[in-house]
């Protein structure tokens, strides 16, 4: 007699928001759909108690992520980044990302970001072209709620293999862009 267990609702939506976060780093600057709108259907697939976190700006989302037994920490010291990037100051925060050492590349920050966004022409906010690993030539995308001081801190951050990978969240959207990702401005 054979035994098999089925995952739960539960395990099948972190499973699925797991392999939506590795597709979006796999291929940088399409749009995938998560199976739940916003941060939380994200942190459930990532965060347990041997991660660290920091959220800026949402105490329902700290909350929930401290009851997975995750460490709350200063940005500075954080795995997992929710912040915004849509002022100045907010960016200026941001600064402070983990980017990892020579040694260690694997312990920089990964953000997640709110954003409004789509591929041309249906985006709003500055048009980025993406190229790099995992695109054939380039992406132009628009990205919205995204301050436009916050490219050129990434772009001076980011020394490959060292710096932050970033997700952008609109609803269910999410968007990729791993650290080997160029961003230009358009």
Sequence with gaps: ???????TAAESRTNAAFEELMWALARPGLIRRLPLAGFAALAESLIDREC?????HDAALAERLAETGARAVSLADADYVFAPAGSPEDVTALAGLRVGTLSYPDEAATLFAPAHFGQEPAGRGPR???????????ITLQAGGVDPSFWPMRESAIRYPLGFDLYLVDGDGLIGIPRSTKVEVL
Aim: hydrophobic letters at 45%.
């Design 52 to 56: 660290s976190f920091h959220v800026r």
């Design 128 to 138: 980025l072209r993406l190229s790099g690993p995992g695109i054939r030539e380039a």
């Design 1 to 7: 007699m054979s035994l098999e267990l089925l995952p």
